[in-house]
């Protein structure tokens, strides 16, 4: 018979322990008379799992609205763990999953949109206010990019002024407020999983490397990405810090990385909201991860699940390798 322990931490012991034990040690309990579970702490034998056990067994579900009263401490459902929280059914994961879809879509919760929008002085006007092109290099690079109709003006200003590409990249640090960052300490290997290469070829981004354990550095060629930034965040455990990296460099690092083992990553599209977090609790019912997170990243979610343990290394929640960790790549079909 399966031993129940309420929630509020009251369980009957009278009809699971002989006389002798319940009378013994001058302890005495009577026939109807309930204790609080962490008062049996110790107790080993005649079903009582020990303090070791118990430790890993008894969990709260992570569903604020659980209304099953009871938790099974010999129940073998250890997972799945979503976001740092154990659900003790897939009704209760469903309730957690819509409750993070909720929150990534900015209803009821923070935003994932953080940072107003800004006005940036144009580059070209910034380079010659710095002295580094000319009026007419200006008004040359300009006019190419109107007949072609295409491009970026630093690439035209590259290509048809002489303007060395370093100059470009200062320029662009200068407008976005960041640092020059270089391909120095860049691992193909170990960057290739930290998010999906979906990412990487999409939005333009190139992570780096981790400093002190604590820093991501990511290197965009010509624009900042906030929110991307910022979802980073969110799944690594890392602080993000941003920089622009010099157009030949960025190719070269990207090419390496793409060309790396990265984790599994499956895409898929949904109907709504709702669609995508029952799939999204499928996915979890059937994987049992040890630890999953969710975070948007622009019209995106990605779920990682790390499936077992010592999956996580030392740096935040960053893989150590490409097993034994999933990726799951979702959008929400536009109606």
Known sequence: MPFLTKKTGAMRVSALMPSALRA??????????????????????????????????????????????????????????????????????????????????????????????????????????????????????????????????????????????????RGLSMQWGCPVLTTEGFSPESMALV??????????LLPLRVAGSRILYLGFTDRLDASLAFAMEQMTELKVESGVVEGTQFEAAQSKLLACEGVDAKLETAEDKDSMAARITAILEQKQPVAARLVRVHQDYWLRMWLESGTVGKTGSLPVSHEDVKDHVFTIRVQ
Request: net charge positive; glycine share 12%.
């Open 195 to 204: 998010m999906p290469r979906i990412f990487v070829e999409k939005f333009g």
């Open 24 to 169: 013994g040690n001058g302890v005495a309990w009577q026939e109807d008379e309930y204790r609080p579970s962490n008062e049996l702490e110790g107790l080993t034998g005649y079903g009582f799992p020990s303090p070791k056990e118990k430790t890993s067994q008894r969990r709260v579900c992570g569903n604020l609205e659980c209304e099953s009263g009871w938790t099974m401490p010999w129940r073998n459902r250890r997972r799945p763990i979503f976001e740092g929280q154990w659900g003790c059914s897939g009704r209760c994961v469903l309730t957690m999953v819509q409750a993070a879809v909720r929150r990534e879509l900015g209803e009821g919760g923070t935003s994932a949109a953080l940072s107003p929008h800004r006005h940036r002085v144009p580059l070209g006007l910034l380079m010659l206010a710095q002295g580094w092109i000319t009026h007419p290099q200006l008004q040359k690079a300009l006019a190419a990019q109107r007949e072609s109709g295409t491009g970026k003006i630093g690439e035209w200003l590259l290509s048809e002024c002489g303007v060395e590409a370093e100059q470009i990249t």
